[in-house]
């Protein structure tokens, strides 16, 4: 296959928006168990925030690719790659380094999308949807007529966490700061909904 140069947005050092530059880099061809992906949509999350600040450790001392999941296209496979061939709409969370037009992606690591879930709702999902999942069927294993209080239920956890709950037959209640989120966590699923500015929901 062709060479192929991808256009990355990195974190030169920790700081604020203007540390983040491109940088074009020669991707080699797919080895074993890797998939050559062109990004169509990125997801953008508050990790990558923490990560560019300097809240999380560095794992490189320069030139950081945040980015925690996105979806594209297959490009190109490594040898034993099964599943998965060029031109398939394909979408992953993690290992980090996502802010890239293409990337090598462990085969493993994808999941490949139906004609009903467009790009841009797959990369701005699969984080915080794997997170809701992980939550409520590893960490809490809720069931029906379970009753869960689950904070922050307007942001992007949450709020599937609110559907997913709904859904199992969970009576749920969120936390969330300000009479608008309220009104959106309500309308994804939770019977309740506590403005923890002006409540007190141990009370």
């Known amino acids: 296959?062709?060479?192929?140069?991808?256009?990355?947005?990195?974190?030169?050092?920790?700081?604020?928006?203007?540390?983040?530059?491109r940088i074009?880099?020669?991707?080699?061809?797919?080895?074993?168990?890797?998939?050559?992906?062109?990004?169509?949509a990125i997801g953008v999350n508050f990790i990558d925030t923490?990560?560019?600040?300097?809240?999380y450790d560095w794992p490189v001392e320069r030139d950081l690719?945040?980015?925690?999941?996105?979806?594209?296209?297959?490009?190109?496979?490594g040898s034993g790659v099964e599943g998965f061939s060029p031109g398939q709409r394909v979408a992953y969370t993690l290992p980090h380094g996502a802010?890239?037009?293409?990337?090598?992606?462990p085969a493993a690591a994808l999941v490949a999308l139906p004609d009903t879930v467009s790009d841009e709702v797959a990369a701005a999902s699969m984080l915080k949807g794997l997170t809701a999942y992980y939550l409520l069927h590893h960490s809490c294993r809720v069931q029906a007529g379970d009753q869960v209080l689950f904070h922050a239920g307007a942001g992007g956890v949450g709020l599937i966490a609110g559907q997913w709950l709904a859904h199992k037959?969970?009576?749920?209640?969120?936390?969330?700061?300000?009479?608008?989120?309220?009104?959106?966590?309500?309308?994804?699923?939770?019977?309740?909904?506590?403005?923890?500015?002006?409540?007190?929901?141990?009370?």
């Open 65 to 77: 690719v945040l980015g925690a999941e996105a979806a594209g296209v297959v490009e190109a496979t």
């Open 50 to 55: 923490y990560f560019r600040t300097g809240l």
């Open 99 to 105: 802010y890239a037009s293409h990337r090598l992606v």
């Open 169 to 203: 037959g969970v009576t749920a209640w969120a936390t969330a700061g300000g009479p608008e989120k309220c009104a959106l966590a309500r309308a994804h699923g939770y019977g309740e909904a506590i403005d923890y500015r002006t409540e007190d929901f141990v009370a």
């Open 1 to 21: 296959m062709a060479p192929v140069i991808a256009h990355v947005i990195a974190a030169s050092r920790p700081g604020g928006p203007g540390v983040l530059h």
């Open 24 to 40: 074009d880099v020669d991707l080699p061809a797919p080895g074993p168990g890797e998939v050559l992906v062109r990004h169509t």
